[in-house]
């Protein structure tokens, strides 16, 4: 059973297998939240769940605004407008990206002690464009 019968916004999806995200940033219950998909080292694939954990605002509009570049960038890749060499800013946003990515720091890695494990059930817009349903898989911090 979902958490909430309604899709929730997917803000980031910072890495991908094939159409589905990995990692990035979504809401669940109406917050902000890193989330990653779980690796079975086990079995040598990904599981169903996820970790997540929530942040705060300043965050979220760090990651969010770095997000932006990137797709402005795979838009101009994509038009052949720039190349591989310029990923993951073009160079006019170069400057920008770096401090970006200075002002998150290590702020976007999840830590599993303060995060809960769900299932998504993601709905694909466009490219790097989703919404999300989360069920929980267990209440408390692992």
Not at 61 to 88: C, G, K, S, Y
Not at 103 to 121: F, H, Q, T, W, Y
Request: glycine share 4%; charged share 35%; aromatic share 10%.
């Amino acid at each position: 059973m979902p958490l909430q019968d309604r899709w929730e916004k997917v803000h980031t999806v910072t890495d991908r297998e094939g159409p589905s995200p990995l990692t990035g940033v979504a809401d669940c219950e109406g917050r902000p939240h890193l989330y990653e998909r779980v690796f079975s080292e086990a079995d040598d694939e990904y599981t169903s769940e996820y970790r997540l954990m929530e942040i705060d605002g300043d965050l979220l509009n760090l990651l969010v605004e770095d997000f932006q570049i990137f797709l402005r960038w795979r838009a101009a890749f994509d038009r052949r407008a720039t190349t591989l060499d310029t990923h993951p800013a073009l160079p006019d946003e170069r400057v920008r990206q770096e401090a970006l990515k200075a002002a998150i720091g290590d702020r976007n890695r999840l830590v599993p002690e303060r995060s809960k494990v769900m299932c998504p059930r993601f709905k694909r817009l466009a490219e790097f464009e989703f919404e999300v349903m989360w069920e929980r898989v267990s209440d408390t911090p692992e």
